[in-house]
Structure formats: structure tokens, C-alpha cells
């Protein structure tokens, strides 16, 4: 993996220590919810503008951890002035062009221990957001006039919207093609604002894809999985031109299984993963 992962399904929850005294200092100030599983929340902290950030990158959110997975007493014991809380890392769907808040974009994990808390909330509802932003997920490492080929799997989706929103019409890059896979179609977020910036931009491309939708269900647009989409025959014709490692830059975020096996078959086709030391034309972010 060349990249370090920023954004998490909630399967292996982080619970760090933060001070008693309530520890929240930000609230939703906006929610949509896509479907039984899948939100986007928009959260402002109480105190400024949200902090400075690259697209792509990623900030942490929280809340204080279920006094039920705590051992009796053990906080109060070892510390009375500090406090559990669980605390996630997740993707900037937002542009930082917006200063009031920051968007993501969720999935709720059945047994997670901090997103099923996420989806209760509702506008004006308290949690913690960290002022401090991180992530290498960015287009800084790629030169301007690429083809740009942003994959994604479920919310892999969010830092490719905040990467669009900030750079289009700045001739950052010749496509900006985006692939976006899910089980169903009811599962593609951002799907109707996608394709009327799609139609309205001849620089962005968007393509999304179900691998369970049934066939005469309705839905028109590409089944299976998102390699598949890379194939050279494919790709060369949704997109109109051949998907060279000369001339783009392929970036991967969702589900593990798709990043390796796509590293693997573009790397047979001249694709170099990028790292600091080797820069390359392959960039990964990982989700778990």
C-alpha cells in the first residue's frame, strides 16, 4: 500500500482518552440520508471555520465511548478527569472553498461502535471533530493535464467529490473520469449531482456500477465490479481514449480486494504504484 489509509468502516473502533470536561466541540449542521445505511452529514465546529485542508484528505470524528464496553470502574479509577471516547477517521467530501463545514459521506457498520451513533444524530445534535486534518490522498503528487481515473468502491466516493469541486475548471487535468461501484443502485450517493456535472462539464466523466442490481430490474447503466471497467477494450470505449500510463494517473479507494487486484493488472500494463521515495502513477486509499 503506498498511500496511508484515512478513512475507516468503523470495524475496529479507535477509543482514546479525551478530558471530562465536555470533550464535543462541533454539531451537525446538515444531514441527508441516502438510504437504511447510507448518510452524508455536514458537521461545523462551535468555535471558527472549519481548518485548512487538501482534497482528499480526511478528519477524525467522535463521540464518548459506550460506558458498557468499559470494564467497571476502570476510568474513574485510573484517571476521574479523563473519559473514554471512540473516534473514526473519515474522507472530506466537502471542498475547502466551503469554510463553514465539512461533509462526509457514511455507511452505518451494523455492529460498528461509533457510525450506528452517527446515524442517530439529527441537525444540532453535539459530537467531537478534530482540528487537525491528515491524509496524503491528494492530487499534489500528480502534474497538471492527466487523464485522472478516480475508482472507488462504496464511500471510497468522498475524496474524489471534494478533488472535483475545488479543482474543476482550473485545468488541473484533461479527464477527471470517475468510476464508482456498488452493490446496488440505490447505494450510488451523489449519483444525480454527478451526472448533471458530468453533462454540464466535458472534463468530468462519470461512470457508476452495480454487481447486484438485477438485469430487468431498470436500472440502464454498467453492471459488475469496478475493474472490469479497466479493461482496455472498456475503457477505451466509454471513455474515447487509452488508458496509458504516459498519460494517467489511476487513483483507488474502497475495498481492499479491488485495490490489489487492480495494482496487480495495471501494473502488468506499465502502472507503477507511487510512493515519496518512488513517485508513481498509482495512488491507493484503503478503507479496511
Given at each position: 500500500?503506498?498511500?496511508?489509509?484515512?478513512?475507516?468502516t468503523?470495524?475496529?473502533?479507535?477509543v482514546?482518552?479525551?478530558?471530562?470536561a465536555?470533550?464535543?466541540?462541533?454539531?451537525?449542521?446538515?444531514?441527508?440520508d441516502?438510504n437504511?445505511?447510507?448518510?452524508?452529514?455536514?458537521?461545523?465546529h462551535e468555535?471558527g471555520d472549519?481548518?485548512?485542508f487538501?482534497?482528499g484528505q480526511?478528519?477524525m470524528?467522535g463521540?464518548?465511548?459506550d460506558p458498557?464496553?468499559?470494564?467497571e470502574g476502570?476510568?474513574?479509577?485510573?484517571n476521574?478527569k479523563?473519559?473514554?471516547?471512540t473516534?473514526r477517521?473519515?474522507?472530506?467530501?466537502?471542498?475547502p472553498?466551503?469554510?463553514e463545514?465539512?461533509e462526509?459521506?457514511?455507511?452505518v457498520?451494523?455492529?460498528?461502535a461509533?457510525?450506528?451513533?452517527l446515524f442517530k444524530m439529527?441537525?444540532?445534535d453535539r459530537l467531537?471533530m478534530d482540528?487537525r486534518i491528515s491524509?496524503k490522498?491528494?492530487l499534489?503528487?500528480?502534474?497538471?493535464?492527466?487523464d485522472?481515473i478516480?475508482i472507488s468502491t462504496?464511500t471510497?466516493?468522498?475524496?474524489?467529490?471534494?478533488?472535483?469541486h475545488t479543482?474543476?475548471?482550473?485545468?488541473?487535468w484533461?479527464?477527471f473520469?470517475?468510476?464508482?461501484g456498488?452493490?446496488?443502485a440505490?447505494?450510488l450517493?451523489?449519483?444525480?449531482?454527478?451526472?448533471?456535472?458530468?453533462a454540464?462539464?466535458p472534463?468530468i466523466?462519470y461512470?457508476?456500477?452495480v454487481t447486484r442490481?438485477p438485469?430487468?430490474?431498470g436500472?440502464e447503466?454498467?453492471?459488475g465490479?469496478v475493474?472490469?471497467?479497466l479493461?482496455p477494450?472498456?475503457?477505451?470505449?466509454?471513455v474515447?481514449?487509452?488508458?496509458?500510463?504516459e498519460?494517467?494517473h489511476v487513483?483507488l479507494?474502497?475495498?481492499?480486494?479491488?485495490i490489489v487486484?487492480?495494482?496487480?493488472?495495471l501494473g502488468?500494463?506499465g502502472?507503477?504504484a507511487?510512493?515519496k521515495?518512488?513517485?508513481?502513477n498509482l495512488?491507493?486509499e484503503?478503507y479496511?
Amino acid at each position: 500500500m503506498s498511500e496511508a489509509a484515512t478513512t475507516s468502516t468503523d470495524e475496529s473502533p479507535v477509543v482514546e482518552h479525551s478530558p471530562a470536561a465536555d470533550p464535543l466541540n462541533a454539531k451537525i449542521v446538515g444531514r441527508e440520508d441516502l438510504n437504511p445505511e447510507l448518510f452524508i452529514i455536514r458537521v461545523a465546529h462551535e468555535e471558527g471555520d472549519v481548518p485548512e485542508f487538501e482534497p482528499g484528505q480526511f478528519s477524525m470524528l467522535g463521540m464518548p465511548a459506550d460506558p458498557s464496553t468499559e470494564k467497571e470502574g476502570e476510568t474513574v479509577r485510573r484517571n476521574p478527569k479523563r473519559r473514554k471516547m471512540t473516534k473514526r477517521a473519515y474522507s472530506i467530501a466537502s471542498s475547502p472553498k466551503v469554510r463553514e463545514y465539512m461533509e462526509f459521506y457514511i455507511v452505518v457498520i451494523e455492529d460498528g461502535a461509533l457510525t450506528p451513533k452517527l446515524f442517530k444524530m439529527q441537525v444540532g445534535d453535539r459530537l467531537w471533530m478534530d482540528k487537525r486534518i491528515s491524509g496524503k490522498f491528494t492530487l499534489d503528487p500528480v502534474p497538471p493535464g492527466k487523464d485522472l481515473i478516480m475508482i472507488s468502491t462504496g464511500t471510497g466516493l468522498a475524496p474524489y467529490l471534494s478533488m472535483m469541486h475545488t479543482y474543476r475548471g482550473q485545468e488541473r487535468w484533461r479527464r477527471f473520469i470517475i468510476v464508482h461501484g456498488c452493490r446496488y443502485a440505490a447505494d450510488l450517493g451523489y449519483k444525480e449531482e454527478l451526472e448533471r456535472i458530468a453533462a454540464e462539464d466535458p472534463t468530468i466523466y462519470y461512470f457508476p456500477m452495480v454487481t447486484r442490481e438485477p438485469e430487468d430490474g431498470g436500472w440502464e447503466g454498467l453492471h459488475g465490479r469496478v475493474p472490469t471497467f479497466l479493461e482496455p477494450d472498456t475503457y477505451k470505449e466509454h471513455v474515447g481514449a487509452e488508458l496509458d500510463p504516459e498519460d494517467c494517473h489511476v487513483f483507488l479507494c474502497g475495498n481492499p480486494d479491488m485495490i490489489v487486484q487492480i495494482e496487480e493488472e495495471l501494473g502488468e500494463r506499465g502502472f507503477k504504484a507511487h510512493s515519496k521515495k518512488e513517485p508513481g502513477n498509482l495512488h491507493f486509499e484503503k478503507y479496511w
